[in-house]
């Protein structure tokens, strides 16, 4: 299995080492316990903020945004912050308080991190702040990369809320990255390890019309590319962290059903996934863009996993 810690994206002239303080927020989820176990092994020092109590002094902070509440004194002599912080788009129909849930935890606590590295005496010298793909909406095959307008719908209007919440930090001079994610594929989480298990047992096949394009990411790029980010001082504003290679939903289906020996001949209807999704299934399952990596492409990054093939094989 692939291990979700990669050494491939190593910048040699600036070691994890000389980072300094890194505090991740969202340091417990499938991309923040991933970069913190890398950054740790890579000789850095990382403190994680979560909401609960955690062992390990100097190790965890405390946070809580929904109660405006941050510790402020772990922040002290920090140089990079990543917020990866937000509660999962795909549990659950999107209901008026799934939705204003959704809102909150990417919003409100955005606008208290960036509040709070404004007012430091000393903010840190870049904060990279999780978006995502659904900036550009429905796009079809139309290519779109950092330079293109935003699309239509309640991600399109999340993300430009997500980013938008950054601008303190921008304004008290703090370098900020925003991460346009796309699908982060590992079989240890997301949505890979939910299309495992019905694949294996060749019930798998493509949603809807399989149209759709699937803008993907392997772990290991999603780690490197953030890293990446950190110490390359020419990178500002949207990134999108997405694979060279564009692929749609039936091409996705096609190549894990391959990788896996499978048939995939049972497709899920739009009407049904509509009916048991509703608008989750309109604008995050059925619908997709042609999302180009221009940034990272021209900024210099190396993808482990360019090809989806490459990327499947080696994971599962």
Do not use: H
Request: hydrophobic fraction near 45%; include cysteine; proline fraction near 6%.
């Amino acid at each position: 299995m692939l291990a979700p810690v990669s050494a491939q994206q190593d910048v040699p002239s600036v070691p994890a080492s000389s980072l300094g303080r890194v505090a991740v927020l969202g340091a417990t989820g499938l991309l923040g316990g991933a970069l913190r176990q890398t950054l740790r092994a890579k000789g850095a020092e990382v403190i994680g903020f979560s909401r609960s109590e955690r062992s390990g002094a100097g190790e965890w902070a405390r946070w809580n945004p929904d109660a405006g509440e941050i510790d402020r004194d772990a922040l002290g002599g920090v140089q990079v912050v990543v917020n990866l912080a937000g509660e999962d788009l795909s549990r659950g129909r999107w209901t008026r308080d799934r939705k204003q849930r959704l809102w909150d935890s990417r919003i409100k606590s955005t606008e208290l991190l960036a509040s709070t590295l404004a007012a430091l005496d000393t903010p840190p010298r870049v904060l990279v702040n999780a978006s995502a793909i659904g900036f550009y909406g429905d796009r079809g095959d139309e290519a779109v990369d950092e330079a293109s307008a935003p699309g239509d719908g309640f991600l399109s209007e999340l993300c430009r809320a997500w980013e938008t919440a950054t601008e303190p930090a921008r304004e008290a001079g703090v370098r900020v990255v925003l991460m346009r994610y796309g699908v982060i594929l590992t079989p240890s989480g997301g949505a890979l390890a939910r299309m495992l298990g019905p694949f294996r047992l060749g019930v798998g096949g493509r949603l809807g019309a399989g149209t759709q394009r699937f803008p993907w990411i392997a772990l290991p790029d999603a780690v490197g590319a953030t890293r990446f980010v950190m110490t390359r001082e020419e990178i500002e504003g949207p990134v999108n962290v997405v694979a060279p290679e564009s692929v749609t939903n039936r091409q996705l289906t096609d190549t894990l059903g391959a990788v896996l020996r499978r048939p995939t001949v049972l497709p899920v209807p739009s009407f049904a996934l509509s009916l048991a999704m509703g608008e989750m299934a309109r604008e995050a399952v059925l619908a997709g863009a042609n999302v180009r990596p221009r940034q990272l492409e021209v900024s210099g990054y190396r993808f482990e996993f360019p090809r989806l093939e490459d990327a499947l094989g080696a994971m599962v």
